[in-house]
């Protein structure tokens, strides 16, 4: 159980890890450990219902894929939606203060609407936060509101997450971890479907009042198929049992010098469905903290991991929908496409056509911490990313034999790059009594973001045979291209503490515009003011223990660089193509005044 202690305001930080420290001031914030996340693919979905106010869905049932996170709801900035990526609000994520190029969204080049990776918003697939591995994680902290966000300026106003990978004890004895786990997984619910009889009453009735048949053989389930027959193809597609493996693995250790911790994970699991379509995950973590003398302290944090995941390119949740006595797919384990020397459509076929994606992934984080004197502290983070996507879309011919007669291929290479350099000054002071307390950081951001991306769309395959080995041997590119975005920003933030009760903060940032005609600067700021209260210990246990009371203005200046994933995009056919002539991008000032109240209950 977290209790607050009413006598000390204290800063959420990572010393370790923390290249993304955020200090306590008046705002809408929220953290969860690491500990208290569940053991799911995705750190996104570990999320779920764990903070107020913080929307994380399912885009589909299979692990790998993206879920939805929204911190204020949908938001549509673009008059143009095929041209950009500005209709939702994703949020900025920083792992140990280094962004994400993509943050939330989908990576996935083959699976975009748009087949652009630099509108990153398009379509569905892998995101790099289902890169890493939870028992990594050592706390998240969610920014949610414009007094919390002020400090990032255009970039983070959607809101921030700030990701902390897990730290390095002090053990003189060197302390190891092994986890494994192992689980089975099944559907919990199947839906209700019709039985032969219900299934053909209701087309029978649908044919007599003009219905039109829309199959290529004509409603063999009434005029052909065995009438006797009745599957219920809702259990033979969902009913399946699936298996997985966790195995995690980490060793700690140090002394008063440096401090070192390594991990390293695997994660496989398989689908629910007649095919298993495997996914996998290799993590691995190494991090260390080193303190040669009492000024300066070095955090140094790397990062990497490579996950293969199949999927299957058309829905299967449509195969449910099949007749109930629809000839049975398989013959001897092989899949058949005619019964009684009449030919059908095998819906299972599609299950040959695949997507196949290799995704590996490398980030390098460093924090510097230097002791100038006992009131000023320098601080420098510095850091970079990269994401390699490979993916391979598939369609031979065994997939319906009796109705193509060619197979093709398509594949795409997308790698993700970003960087920053944040060096700042902080400033701290308190008087003997410790009544009164200043802290300031002042400092500058320069920070990339990239991506590069080059596709190939085979010609037409008389044979499966022929598509494999051309795939194996071929190194054509049909399309490529590539994005960036540069920004750059100046901040300041300080906090004053009076009688441990008050306590008032003033942030501002100045952002340059790349993403105005203009290009003139932005400016953020925000004011506010919190009153802590509390009880006093007595014999009997108060029920309020003590609350805060918090009052804000904030002016946030956003240009749309916070949605808008690239500044320049360019490929092989079009020619570069500017945000102010794609989306109609204007400067927008928001004014807001938020007052709030928190209390914490100790029982009832």
Request: aromatic content about 10%; cysteine-free.
């Amino acid at each position: 159980v977290l209790v607050r202690e009413h006598t000390v305001m204290s800063s959420v930080t990572n010393k370790a890890s923390a290249r993304s420290t955020y200090n306590n001031k008046p705002g809408d914030w929220r953290s969860v450990k690491g500990t208290q996340l569940p053991r799911t693919f995705n750190v996104l979905q570990g999320m779920k219902g764990l903070m107020p106010g913080l929307q994380v869905s399912n885009s589909s049932g299979f692990p790998n894929s993206t879920p939805d996170i929204r911190f204020h709801g949908d938001v549509a900035i673009s008059d143009e939606p095929g041209k950009s990526n500005l209709s939702k609000n994703d949020p900025l994520v920083l792992l140990n203060g280094i962004p994400l190029p993509a943050g939330v969204l989908p990576i996935g080049r083959n699976t975009s609407a748009a087949g652009d990776p630099t509108l990153i918003h398009e379509g569905n697939g892998p995101n790099m936060l289902s890169l890493f591995n939870i028992e990594d994680i050592a706390e998240i902290i969610v920014l949610r509101d414009a007094t919390a966000i002020a400090a990032y300026g255009p970039r983070g106003a959607n809101g921030v997450i700030l990701i902390n990978t897990r730290i390095a004890n002090g053990a003189e004895v060197p302390q190891f971890t092994l986890k494994y786990a192992m689980g089975r997984h099944s559907t919990s619910k199947n839906p209700d479907m019709l039985n032969i009889e219900q299934y053909r009453w209701l087309r029978e009735t649908y044919l007599a009042n003009g219905g039109p048949l829309t199959d290529t053989f004509k409603a063999q389930e009434l005029k052909l198929w065995d009438h006797n027959r009745n599957t219920n193809w809702s259990k033979e597609i969902l009913g399946n049992t699936a298996h997985s493996q966790n195995l995690y693995l980490s060793v700690s250790g140090g002394d008063s010098i440096q401090r070192v911790s390594a991990g390293i994970g695997y994660y496989k699991q398989q689908s629910v469905l007649p095919v298993k379509f495997p996914l996998s995950r290799l993590t691995q973590y190494l991090t260390g903290i080193f303190t040669p003398n009492k000024r300066l302290t070095l955090n140094v944090s790397f990062n990497a991991s490579a996950s293969s995941d199949e999927l299957p390119v058309n829905n299967p949740m449509s195969l449910i929908r099949l007749a109930p006595n629809a000839p049975y797919p398989y013959k001897e384990k092989e899949l058949i496409f005619e019964e009684n020397n009449l030919p059908f459509i095998n819906h299972y076929g599609a299950f040959k056509n695949t997507y196949i994606s290799h995704t590996s992934s490398a980030q390098l984080s460093s924090s510097l911490e230097y002791i100038i004197s006992p009131i000023l502290n320098f601080q420098l983070t510095a850091g970079a990313h990269q994401t390699i996507l490979k993916e391979r879309n598939q369609y031979p011919i065994a997939a319906q034999p009796n109705l193509i007669d060619s197979a093709y291929f398509e594949k795409s290479i997308t790698e993700y790059n970003s960087a920053i350099i944040e060096p700042q000054l902080y400033f701290h002071t308190r008087d003997s009594l410790r009544q009164f307390q200043v802290n300031n950081w002042a400092g500058i951001t320069l920070q990339s973001k990239s991506v590069h991306w080059s596709e190939y769309q085979s010609p037409q395959f008389a044979s499966d045979v022929s598509m494999k080995s051309y795939f194996t041997n071929q190194q054509g590119i049909t399309n490529r291209g590539n994005g960036s975005q540069l920004i750059t920003g100046l901040y300041n933030r300080s906090h004053i503490s009076l009688n441990n009760k008050h306590a008032f903060s003033l942030s501002g940032r100045l952002d340059e515009s790349r993403m105005n005609n203009n290009r003139k600067p932005l400016f953020s700021w925000a004011m506010g003011y919190n009153l802590f209260f509390a009880q006093k210990e007595k014999e009997k246990p108060r029920k309020i223990r003590g609350g805060n009371l918090k009052f804000s203005i904030v002016k946030v200046a956003a240009d749309g660089s916070q949605n808008y994933g690239y500044v320049s995009r360019s490929d092989n056919s079009v020619a570069i193509e500017m945000p102010n002539t794609a989306t109609h991008i204007s400067k927008q000032t928001t004014l807001m005044a938020p007052p709030g109240m928190q209390v914490n209950i100790l029982d009832w």
